[in-house]
């Protein structure tokens, strides 16, 4: 009984306690606390790390950033045991999430006027003017019918941009984890996420060419209009099958194969799209079964793919490359 014991001590202080209610609500940073709470680095440094050596708190660092959410398991659900005793109109934990909800909007703002002066959009399915609607109604409708009766365990949502995915499938999943080569793009996803029906979702910044995780781990791995910027599919495609489970799922969403040059040129495209037969055998080669394709029509059409892991494992090669140490 002693991580109960260090858990319940390490909450048994009014810093702590508020702390924990705003990593239930979201992603923060150390400064992020500080201005919310008022309280100066060197100390909320010391009751963070308590809280995250007591198990409640998990770790991400992000350059200098260190961002703190709640852990998932036994501490997780600890934690939320707990918080759900706190009154809900308590004025200090009200003012708390006011707080949060400033630094969120400035997060915000911050992130899309990063975007506006390099001349991006940071909706793509917009700035193409594709259905995006109708998109993720047939993705949804995908996923429904390959998804076990109890949801999926483990989803990773590789280029995760704003968050979207893994918060329309979050009443579906377990544990979902998003990533992305860009720091806005992840400010923007963690604003979108920062509600306690999401404490089960974190984001993080990453590589698509080497993630930083552990072989055979995810139960749904999704790219969604991700590959078409890879100079190298294949070997994204490669990764995400590394971290795919025995009879785990894959899912991709992406540009049907098209000849606009002058549209991958102005969005900087480093693939015209895929047909059904080229995705295919990347698949095939790396041992994974489609199982549903489809097509919605559209100026640009977009195709998404379906497919299964075999329970045959991939070469002990393939599965150890990439592989965080």
Not at 98 to 106: D, K, P, S, Y
Request: aromatic letters at 6%; hydrophobic letters at 50%.
């Amino acid at each position: 009984m002693n991580w109960l014991l260090t858990a319940l001590s390490a909450s048994a202080d009014p810093t702590r306690l508020r702390l924990l209610a705003l990593a239930a609500s979201g992603a923060f940073c150390v400064n992020d606390f500080c201005e919310i709470l008022g309280q100066s680095q060197p100390r909320l440094s010391r009751h963070l790390k308590l809280l995250s050596e007591a198990g409640f708190l998990t770790r991400a660092r992000e350059g200098t950033n260190v961002w703190f959410t709640l852990a998932q398991g036994s501490h997780g659900r600890l934690a939320r045991d707990i918080l759900g005793h706190l009154p809900e109109d308590e004025p200090l934990l009200e003012a708390d999430l006011r707080g949060a909800a400033r630094v969120l909007a400035e997060r915000a703002r911050q992130a899309t006027a990063e975007f506006t002066a390099n001349g991006a959009d940071w909706d793509e399915m917009r700035a193409l003017d594709l259905p995006a609607d109708a998109v993720e109604t047939r993705l949804l409708a995908l996923i429904g019918q390959i998804a076990p009766a109890a949801g999926f365990g483990r989803m990773l949502d590789i280029g995760t941009g704003t968050g979207r995915l893994l918060e329309i499938l979050a009443p579906r999943i377990g544990e979902g984890l998003g990533i992305d080569a860009s720091r806005a793009m992840l400010a923007l996803a963690r604003v979108r996420l920062a509600k306690p029906e999401f404490s089960h979702i974190t984001v993080q910044l990453a590589d698509m060419y080497a993630l930083p995780l552990t072989a055979q781990k995810y139960d749904l791995v999704v790219l969604h209009m991700v590959l078409h910027h890879a100079t190298d599919p294949e070997a994204v495609l490669r990764e995400a099958r590394r971290v795919l489970a025995p009879g785990g799922r894959l899912v991709l969403v992406d540009l049907a194969a098209h000849n606009d040059e002058q549209l991958a040129a102005r969005y900087l495209h480093r693939q015209r799209g895929f047909s059904t037969e080229k995705m295919r055998a990347f698949l095939d080669g790396l041992g994974l079964r489609t199982t549903q394709t489809a097509t919605i029509a559209a100026h640009y059409p977009v195709s998404i793919w379906c497919a299964v892991a075999d329970a045959a494992a991939m070469p002990v090669a393939s599965i150890l490359e990439g592989v965080a140490l």
